[in-house]
């Protein structure tokens, strides 16, 4: 290895792995290292780098100087950030920068640099206490890049919380002004302008605004929030934007979810406005701070995020975006399939052949979600925010696999949409290079005290089941209109006072459908601009008998709860109350 400063190199020999629509000539490998910047270009891009920062300034493209937001400095286009936090402090928003930088790897296929941040006792208080290494891989004959990033908090540290981390990328607003994060989640986006106050109007949190004098007039009348546009993690696999003079694609893939936390239906960014596009490895949102990982007594922890990829395709026809986006998911499917990846120099990432796997003939629970996170209580993977997860859908006969598992000790978790509870498989599986591990049959019986007497809803960790109020016609975002996940529009949470106005939602056994009379949240009722009331909801039933001296046991799955709580208190009668209270 060596100082990036003293190296710059060119090869003329290269391969081809592009699959973009509109391919170009390659013309080998190249590295430039400046004073304050570092240049790699294999021929199809040429990507940017700050030295020693490793702060993304520049990615050049199909006759594009720049794909990036050039108008904004050079710390705010292209970077991995972090918040965090000391115990009982406030959050720190942190963008990465390293003050060490070094060619890790250089031949006729592949350049790797590494830029990295060193802590030390002098720095307690003013950087999060990790050594941070952020890598950059690039491909000869790839349309694109890879990152991936290697934190380390040593023994004996000290202790901290960390909120988020992500890569973000700020594109450029005369370029890029369509937006896709799934196949029907496609748009024209608004500006960044038309979220100021002279274009806009305030909601009720900061990411919410009422477009009122858009520049584009079509867009008049319509909400934009961020939260409108995340997804769960396991369908988060390629999102970004198109500029459609030069047809240009910019794509953030993610092959592997392993580094996420949460597990597969954890909720989180994509894109949005910006027009930004996220890589997102772990965060609070949409769970508050059961998925903020502490680290406390000095304890050891070594993680890797990534390597994300990337992607940049062109095509010759600008007037369908959908070729681009086509284009995209079969790159998305080609990294899945190379995962994990053989490229990364460091270590810390495993290979392949560093991996293990299990397998099962037969779990009884056909679809399945099967999962590998680290060991703990049933369910605890909702909330494991520091290791390592690997997850699988068993087929309908109930087989399933998890493959490429990284060595280290795991519990076997699963549940079953339509079936309350969770199973854990009472063993610790240790997960060794090459290991093959068969469980056999495994049987889950959905916990059960007693017969069903009645049951509100599907336990799928959906409410997708309930009632969806129409928005208010005021505060729409046309995307969502008619749409599956209409439950993503704006301010749904006040149209129960106003289907509810006097009194609270009563469900009647054997009389009320769930699709229509049982709202999708449990709300708090609005008496004011900053006043909340708690509201009391009533499930009433009929049993022709009473067992006395039985116990009666009522199971209530919830799908997120932030800053907020869920009562059921006893009552001799046999109406049940459910009571939110506002904090």
Same mark, same amino acid.
């Given at each position: 290895?060596?100082?990036?400063?003293?190296?710059?190199?060119?090869?003329?020999?290269?391969?081809?792995?592009?699959?973009?629509?509109?391919?170009?000539?390659?013309?080998?490998?190249?590295?430039?290292?400046?004073?304050?910047?570092?240049?790699?270009?294999?021929?199809?891009?040429?990507?940017?780098?700050?030295?020693?920062?490793?702060?993304?300034?520049?990615?050049?493209?199909?006759?594009?100087?720049?794909?990036?937001?050039?108008?904004?400095?050079?710390?705010? +286009?292209?970077?991995?950030?972090?918040?965090?936090?000391?115990?009982?402090?406030?959050?720190?928003?942190?963008?990465?920068?390293?003050?060490?930088?070094?060619?890790?790897?250089?031949?006729?296929?592949?350049?790797?640099?590494?830029?990295?941040?060193?802590?030390?006792?002098?720095?307690?208080?003013?950087?999060?206490?990790?050594?941070?290494?952020?890598?950059?891989?690039?491909?000869?004959?790839?349309?694109?890049?890879?990152?991936?990033?290697?934190?380390?908090?040593?023994?004996?540290?000290?202790?901290?919380?960390?909120?988020?981390?992500?890569?973000?990328?700020?594109?450029?607003?005369?370029?890029?002004?369509?937006?896709?994060?799934?196949?029907?989640?496609?748009?024209?986006?608004?500006?960044?302008?038309?979220?100021?106050?002279?274009?806009?109007?305030? !909601?009720?949190?900061?990411?919410?605004?009422?477009? $009122?004098?858009?520049?584009?007039?079509?867009?008049?009348?319509?909400?934009?929030?961020?939260?409108?546009?995340?997804?769960?993690?396991?369908?988060?696999?390629?999102?970004?934007?198109?500029?459609?003079?030069?047809?240009?694609?910019?794509?953030?893939?993610?092959?592997?979810?392993?580094?996420?936390?949460?597990?597969?239906?954890?909720?989180?960014?994509?894109?949005?406005?910006?027009?930004? $596009?996220?890589?997102?490895?772990?965060?609070?949102?949409?769970?508050?701070?059961?998925?903020?990982?502490?680290?406390?007594?000095?304890?050891?922890?070594?993680?890797?995020?990534?390597?994300?990829?990337?992607? !940049?395709?062109?095509?010759?026809?600008?007037?369908?975006? +959908?070729?681009?986006?086509?284009?995209?998911? !079969?790159?998305?499917?080609?990294?899945?399939?190379?995962?994990?990846?053989?490229?990364?120099?460091?270590?810390?990432?495993?290979?392949?052949?560093?991996?293990?796997?299990?397998?099962?003939?037969?779990?009884?629970?056909?679809?399945?979600?099967?999962?590998?996170?680290?060991?703990?209580?049933?369910?605890?993977?909702?909330?494991?925010?520091?290791?390592?997860?690997?997850?699988?859908?068993?087929?309908?006969?109930?087989? @399933?696999?998890?493959?490429?598992?990284?060595?280290?000790?795991?519990?076997?978790?699963?549940?079953?949409?339509?079936?309350?509870?969770?199973?854990?498989?009472?063993?610790?599986? $240790?997960?060794?290079?090459?290991?093959?591990?068969?469980?056999?049959?495994?049987?889950?019986?959905?916990?059960?005290?007693?017969?069903?007497?009645?049951?509100?809803?599907?336990?799928?960790?959906?409410?997708?089941?309930?009632?969806?109020?129409?928005?208010?016609?005021?505060?729409?975002?046309?995307?969502?209109?008619?749409?599956?996940?209409?439950?993503?529009?704006?301010?749904?949470?006040?149209?129960?006072?106003?289907?509810?106005?006097?009194?609270?939602?009563?469900?009647?056994?054997?009389?009320?459908?769930?699709?229509?009379?049982? @709202?999708?949240?449990?709300?708090?009722?609005?008496?004011?601009?900053?006043?909340?009331?708690?509201?009391?909801?009533?499930?009433?039933?009929?049993?022709?008998?009473?067992?006395?001296?039985?116990?009666?046991?009522?199971?209530?799955?919830?799908?997120?709860?932030?800053?907020?709580?869920?009562?059921?208190?006893?009552?001799?009668?046999?109406?049940?109350?459910? !009571? +939110?209270?506002?904090?």
């Amino acid at each position: 290895m060596a100082s990036l400063r003293k190296l710059s190199a060119a090869f003329s020999s290269c391969c081809s792995c592009s699959r973009e629509p509109h391919k170009m000539a390659t013309v080998g490998l190249r590295l430039e290292a400046k004073e304050r910047h570092i240049v790699i270009d294999n021929g199809i891009l040429q990507l940017t780098l700050t030295n020693p920062g490793g702060l993304i300034t520049g990615i050049r493209y199909n006759g594009i100087d720049n794909l990036l937001e050039v108008i904004n400095k050079e710390g705010n +286009r292209g970077y991995w950030d972090l918040v965090w936090n000391e115990p009982q402090g406030s959050g720190i928003f942190d963008v990465i920068e390293g003050t060490h930088s070094e060619l890790i790897y250089q031949d006729e296929t592949q350049i790797e640099v590494s830029f990295t941040r060193k802590w030390e006792p002098s720095l307690q208080g003013k950087h999060v206490p990790l050594n941070i290494d952020k890598r950059f891989v690039v491909l000869c004959g790839c349309s694109g890049f890879y990152t991936y990033g290697i934190y380390e908090h040593l023994e004996g540290w000290p202790d901290f919380d960390m909120a988020e981390t992500r890569v973000a990328f700020k594109l450029r607003k005369d370029k890029f002004q369509y937006m896709a994060i799934a196949g029907d989640r496609q748009r024209f986006m608004p500006m960044p302008e038309d979220r100021m106050p002279n274009r806009s109007q305030k !909601l009720a949190y900061p990411e919410a605004v009422l477009l $009122t004098n858009p520049i584009n007039n079509e867009l008049k009348a319509e909400v934009d929030d961020k939260y409108q546009y995340s997804c769960e993690d396991k369908d988060i696999k390629v999102h970004g934007w198109i500029c459609f003079k030069p047809p240009v694609g910019f794509w953030q893939i993610t092959p592997s979810n392993e580094f996420r936390t949460g597990g597969p239906v954890k909720q989180e960014l994509t894109s949005h406005v910006g027009p930004t $596009t996220l890589a997102m490895f772990m965060s609070a949102h949409y769970a508050g701070v059961d998925l903020v990982p502490k680290f406390r007594n000095g304890e050891y922890w070594k993680k890797v995020f990534g390597p994300v990829f990337i992607y !940049l395709n062109s095509a010759m026809d600008d007037t369908d975006p +959908r070729v681009l986006w086509e284009d995209a998911k !079969l790159q998305a499917q080609t990294e899945m399939d190379s995962w994990p990846y053989q490229f990364p120099v460091s270590e810390d990432f495993q290979k392949s052949e560093q991996r293990g796997y299990i397998n099962d003939d037969y779990l009884y629970a056909n679809a399945a979600f099967v999962g590998l996170a680290l060991p703990g209580e049933p369910g605890s993977w909702q909330r494991e925010c520091k290791g390592y997860q690997f997850w699988t859908m068993a087929d309908d006969e109930g087989n @399933f696999s998890i493959h490429n598992v990284r060595t280290g000790d795991y519990n076997l978790y699963a549940w079953v949409p339509g079936f309350i509870g969770d199973y854990k498989l009472e063993i610790t599986l $240790t997960i060794t290079s090459g290991s093959q591990i068969d469980l056999g049959d495994l049987i889950y019986e959905p916990p059960r005290d007693g017969p069903t007497l009645w049951e509100i809803g599907i336990p799928d960790r959906s409410a997708a089941e309930f009632f969806i109020p129409d928005p208010n016609p005021n505060f729409i975002n046309k995307l969502y209109v008619n749409h599956c996940d209409r439950f993503r529009q704006y301010g749904l949470w006040e149209r129960y006072a106003e289907l509810y106005p006097d009194s609270d939602l009563i469900y009647t056994i054997g009389v009320s459908d769930y699709t229509k009379d049982w @709202f999708f949240a449990h709300v708090t009722r609005k008496a004011g601009d900053n006043c909340h009331q708690p509201t009391t909801w009533q499930i009433k039933f009929h049993l022709d008998t009473i067992d006395k001296t039985g116990m009666y046991k009522l199971r209530v799955a919830l799908a997120s709860a932030t800053l907020s709580e869920l009562q059921a208190p006893h009552r001799p009668h046999m109406s049940l109350t459910f !009571l +939110r209270s506002a904090i």
